[in-house]
């Protein structure tokens, strides 16, 4: 994905859909602040595609090759192992409905059919986070799941030193603590300050517009 330059939405906009879909979280010990940290470091609050040969998607960039976790579309499929997963998902208050279809590659790419809502794009990253709550990770261990540490493969060479991941995730956890305290005050200085700790940037005046529109 080439990273979006400016902002994708307002953040009261992205802040109300995460609210509307927290129960997603339950049990995982996972902030909805920890989370706009995530969507900020990922997108600036775009829902766009990774760009090629990437195939990530969505505010967090999750991969549609985790979707058979928790699609609802896989309730009644003929894969007895998905359809299982679904339902546990479901009944968990996790499932994710009306995706678009998921198309499996012989090279084994995974990609999705179609662009996410702006719903289900915040909705697959909360459910990513609770399956991996469900398959026993702990809060510090999910956000290292989320965040691929430990990935070997082909990347960009600040993820692949050493640490580069941990240091992600501790931008991530120093933009939640910040705008814990700014939200609940309508601090806009302070949540533009929170964000700069997932993903710095210096168009103050223009990110301002955006993301606190009127």
């Not at 990437?54 to 985790?66: F, I, K, N, R, S």
């Not at 590659?105 to 662009?115: E, I, M």
Request: hydrophobic share 35%; with cysteine.
């Amino acid at each position: 994905m080439g990273i979006p330059r400016k902002p994708g939405c307002a953040f009261d906009d992205i802040w109300g859909l995460v609210q509307q879909n927290k129960s997603m979280l339950v049990t995982t010990g996972t902030s909805s602040e920890l989370v706009m940290g995530i969507f900020w470091e990922e997108t600036l609050f775009n829902n766009v595609f990774q760009t090629a040969p990437g195939t990530a998607l969505g505010y967090g960039q999750t991969e549609p090759a985790e979707f058979y976790r928790f699609n609802a579309n896989n309730l009644n499929g003929r894969n007895q192992s998905f359809a299982e997963m679904a339902k546990n998902a479901q009944v968990k208050g996790y499932a994710v409905y009306n995706l678009p279809r998921v198309i499996y590659y012989p090279d084994k790419r995974v990609t999705c059919g179609g662009p996410l809502t702006d719903e289900q794009a915040v909705q697959v990253a909360l459910a990513m986070i609770r399956d991996l709550r469900e398959r026993g990770k702990g809060p510090h261990t999910i956000l290292d799941g989320y965040a691929g540490v430990g990935f070997k493969g082909e990347q960009a060479a600040h993820l692949a030193r050493p640490g580069g991941r941990e240091a992600i995730i501790q931008d991530w956890r120093d933009c939640e603590t910040q705008l814990q305290a700014a939200i609940p005050a309508d601090d806009q200085d302070g949540i533009m300050q929170a964000l700069k700790r997932a993903r710095p940037f210096n168009q103050d005046d223009e990110f301002r517009k955006i993301l606190f529109p009127g």
